[in-house]
């Protein structure tokens, strides 16, 4: 069964340093987000991607964060210059249609920031 | 308050039991689905509900949804320990490509 692959697994970082995490969505899908859950909290939206655009983004997704799909396959998110309050679990989610259908989520790249 | 708050925070019941967790929103809604999410792993769709659908089934899951009262239940029936799990909902406002999740209610299943 085709999944959302995500790397690295968990990533630790020095406060200030830049980072960037990987994602390999399902291939026949057109929309691509990124989700954060910081430990015991709700699952937050960070920013949804199609046609190689930003569609939509949250307050969260400030100048220190970038998305880019560098090639067919790749999706990832950069966090120009990370503060302790980046540490979370980081999902990347990938779906057929916009709004209507379902996500399907890879397995979360654990950040650290310290 | 924010759009989709779960109801319980936390519920622990026999395997056999049935769970039923709730979760009221704020906005109106083009659907509202609901998410597994295992510790520490990824969030896994289990049903997706339209506005106009009142109630759906899929296996053990039953989900309902009141736009009236802007809420909706999931039912497991029948619980087993692998249910253990949060369950999240999510909802659709149609504004904007994106859903908004909840806090969640962590479900456990003793055996």
């Known amino acids: 069964e085709p999944e959302v692959t995500q790397t690295p697994s968990h990533q630790v970082t020095q406060m200030g340093q830049e980072v960037i995490l990987r994602c390999v969505p399902i291939?026949?899908?057109?929309?691509f987000y990124w989700y954060r859950q910081i430990l015991g909290q709700k699952v937050e939206f960070l920013v949804s991607?199609?046609?190689?655009?930003?569609?939509?983004k949250s307050e969260i997704f400030d100048d220190q964060f970038s998305v880019e799909r560098p090639d067919g396959s790749n999706f990832t998110l950069k966090i120009r210059s990370t503060k302790l309050e980046d540490s979370a679990m980081y999902f990347c989610?990938?779906?057929?249609?916009?709004?209507?259908?379902?996500?399907?989520f890879g397995e979360g790249s654990r950040l650290t920031v310290l | 308050s924010q759009q989709g708050e779960e109801d319980p925070q936390a519920l622990s019941i026999q395997e056999g039991e049935n769970a039923t967790m709730n979760c009221s929103y704020k906005?109106?809604?083009?659907?509202l689905q609901w998410y597994r999410q295992n510790s520490g792993r990824g969030l896994v769709h289990l049903i997706l509900i339209r506005s106009n659908e009142r109630e759906k089934h899929s296996g053990r899951l039953r989900v309902t949804l009141d736009t009236s009262k802007k809420s909706s239940s999931l039912l497991i029936t029948a619980s087993r320990a692998a249910d253990t799990a949060s369950y999240f909902c999510a909802t659709d406002t149609g504004r904007g490509n994106m859903l908004t999740f909840g806090g969640g209610t962590r479900l456990m299943v003793k055996p």
């Open positions: 906005t109106s809604i083009n659907n």
């Open positions: 989610a990938s779906g057929e249609v916009a709004n209507t259908g379902e996500l399907f």
């Open positions: 291939s026949n899908h057109l929309y």
């Open positions: 991607f199609y046609n190689n655009e930003i569609s939509e």
